[in-house]
């Protein structure tokens, strides 16, 4: 079964300092998004959707999608405070994306096949894509969604606190994601606020198609209660929270091994691109990607 890989690359990179998506961090000059790519492909997808904003079209096309040529089929979604529901207007002065949970919205009259989703600039591990394309092939059938589970411990950052996903997982099936906010290594540890050993979201899902009207649901409810706050973001996490609590949906977790690497703050980009550097190292990935 054909699969698409949606990857969100609108967001600001407002505490990264810049356009993040596009920085180099492989040996050839590869992004953290090339190595998604790369997995993906190497994993049986064969259709990327790009979901990105206008003001980045030309750099984006430039840097990343003409890697790709040939290899895969590559489509771009725009995300646009303009693209709501039927019977919704803008909200003045907003200038950020709506959110994630928005981003893959946009998306719903490019993708036909079942889907995975990602964030343009984590490093989510081969096996995570394996197993996704392995989930998806036999998705329609069952009726489920997917969700990759990684260990909070491996997801911060030593330079600043981050955001995560905090899931309750019973027999396998998420139950539910409390997003936590300013998390740090200080928060880890016996007696401290985490054991580091909860599964947390990473914005690494599987979905049909049947994703889109119900997701449209929840964001014509988040639209009614807080389109007016400029600052307010429809977060995918928390659409598919919403969901599983009205039994609308049933989200299968995926545990996985893969290390993940995230480059949330300019800092954080030399301890990634040691990491890959040892990938490369051990043959995990070539020299060059896409030569």
């Known amino acids: 079964m054909s699969c698409t890989l949606v990857i969100l690359a609108a967001g600001l990179g407002s505490r990264y300092g ?141 330079h600043g606190g981050v955001a995560r996903g905090i899931c309750s997982v019973a027999g396998g099936m998420l139950g539910s994601i409390d997003e936590r906010t300013a998390i740090t290594p200080a928060d880890i540890g016996p007696g401290r ?28 409810a988040f639209l009614k209660a807080k389109g007016a706050d400029p600052a307010a973001e429809f977060y995918l996490p928390a659409g598919i929270s919403a969901l599983i609590a009205k039994k609308a949906v049933k989200v299968r977790v995926l545990p996985t091994g893969s290390a993940w690497f995230g480059v949330t703050y300019r800092d954080d980009k030399p301890k990634v691109a040691a990491a890959i550097a040892d990938l490369v190292r051990r043959g995990v990935y070539p020299p060059r990607l896409f030569s």
């Open 18 to 158: 810049g356009l993040k998506q596009i920085d180099p961090v492989g040996p050839g000059g590869e992004t953290v998004l090339d190595y998604a790519v790369f997995d993906a492909l190497r994993a049986g997808f064969s259709r990327i959707v790009f979901v990105i904003r206008r003001d980045i079209e030309a750099a984006f096309r430039e840097n990343v999608g003409a890697k790709y040529a040939g290899r895969a089929e590559v489509e771009y979604v725009f995300q646009s405070p303009d693209e709501l529901p039927a019977g919704f207007r803008p909200g003045g002065g907003r200038s950020k994306p709506l959110g994630t949970g928005h981003a893959v919205w946009c998306a719903r009259n490019c993708v036909r096949e079942p889907f995975a989703v990602i964030n343009a600039d984590d490093f989510y591990g081969a096996e995570s894509f394996r197993q996704l394309g392995a989930f998806l092939t036999k998705a329609v059938r069952s009726g489920e969604f997917a969700m990759v589970g990684f260990r909070l411990a491996g997801t911060l950052s030593e």
């Open 193 to 220: 606020v985490y054991s580091g050993e909860e599964t947390v979201s990473m914005n690494c899902w599987g979905f049909t198609t049947a994703l889109f009207p119900a997701l449209e649901s929840e964001l014509s």
